[in-house]
Structure formats: structure tokens, C-alpha cells
């Protein structure tokens, strides 16, 4: 008798050892959601490397509850706000490498701000039809927002400063920022995409240089 509750006790050690194992993912934790977060997409396709082949551009936006910060050390309160979180991604329709990524959040109370360059009736339309707002047929920067280009850019509308810094960024060598931005003003057909972030005045104009095969940003903020 002892004998056969001795063969019991084995199997059932064995089986609590043979159990599946859970694996846990080494990437970066996905953002917490509750049953109120809401979240948008929006996509459209340019040829923006000029190879023939359509990129994707792809706009993921999650409204998500964050504290607010407060003081200089900007330490969060127990006080939070709801917020979007925004996420770029253009990918090559040639194959699939990523030709440019950015991230960037949006307060709730900011996007007032916004309709003084469009009319929405709410920031969930806004986020939908990011890539397809109809500005009007002025030639103000209004009109540039969130808009696909092909044009001759100006020379204020490129900033060496920026140019340098992102050179430094990719540790792009063997030209100068001088050198790269003449370049850039004498092409006569510019592949740019120009876009707002997080506030009125944060508008992200970016860039593909053919001769480096990267895409890069050459202005931050309203051309003067």
C-alpha cells in the first residue's frame, strides 16, 4: 500500500514540474489601457525616396490618462489629464525599412489650439484624417500642415542650424551643413513632409536627401 501511494506522490510530482512555462517578452511593456482609452489610426501612401514605389505613411494615436508635473523638477502630481500620444511611422514600399520615425504627445487642452489652422468638430476627426485636411487655397505655412511635397524650398525655410544638428545625429561625415543646404536649395523638386507636433508651433519639416539616402529634419518651427 505504501508502495503504490509512493507512485502517486511521483506522478503527481512530475506533473507539476512538466506544467508549460509562460514566456515573458524582453521588449519594451505596452502601454497601459483602460476601458476608456481610445485609440486612432490614420495612413496614406507617398513616393517619398522617389524609387517608384508608394511608402507608407502610418499615424498611430493612443488618448491615454498621464499625471501632470509640476515645479522645476518637474515631479508628477496626484492630479492627471488625458493626453494623445502620437506615433510616425514611414516605411519603404521597396522594402520595408523604416525611412522615418518620430513620437511626440499632445495635451487635451492643446488641441483648442489647433482649430485656429483647422475646423474639426472633434479631436478623434482630427486624428483620422490627419494626412487628408484641406487647408484653403492660400500659400501660407497653414497650408503646408501635415502635407506630402514636391517643390523648390526656400532658403528661409532651411536652417543650417538644424541641418548640423541632424547631421550629427545620423553621423553623417564628408560634407558641411553649408554645403548640404545649398544643395538642397537647388533642387528644384524636394521631397518633404511637413507636420505639427505637439503644440501650435512645434511644425517638423523633414526631408529626403537622395545623395545620402536618409531622410532628415531641416526646420523646426514656423520659416521666417
Known sequence: MDFLWFQVLLL??????????????????APAMSK????????????????GSPDRFRLRVQKEMAPIVEGLEQTPSKNQHWMYHCWLMVESGFDNSALWEDEWSVKEPDMLS?????????????FRDWFTWKYGADQS??????????????????S?????????????????????KREILDDKSSRI??????????????????????????????AD
Open 193 to 222: 513632409f511637413v507636420y505639427r507636433g505637439c503644440q501650435r508651433e512645434d511644425i517638423r519639416w523633414v526631408i529626403y536627401v537622395p545623395r545620402l539616402r536618409k531622410t532628415m529634419m531641416f526646420q523646426h518651427g514656423f
Open 141 to 158: 505655412q497653414k497650408h503646408n500642415l501635415n502635407s506630402f511635397q514636391v517643390r523648390q524650398l526656400e532658403n528661409r525655410e532651411v
Open 12 to 29: 503527481m510530482t512530475l506533473f507539476s514540474l512538466c506544467r508549460p512555462v509562460t514566456v515573458k517578452s524582453s521588449g519594451p511593456p
Open 160 to 180: 543650417e542650424d538644424v541641418l548640423a544638428s541632424e547631421m550629427k545625429r545620423l553621423k553623417i561625415e564628408g560634407v558641411g551643413a553649408s554645403e548640404l
Open 114 to 126: 489647433f482649430r485656429e489652422i483647422l475646423d474639426f468638430r472633434a479631436p478623434d476627426q482630427f
Open 36 to 51: 476608456d482609452t481610445e485609440i486612432y489610426y490614420a495612413e496614406a501612401e507617398y513616393d517619398w525616396n522617389g524609387d
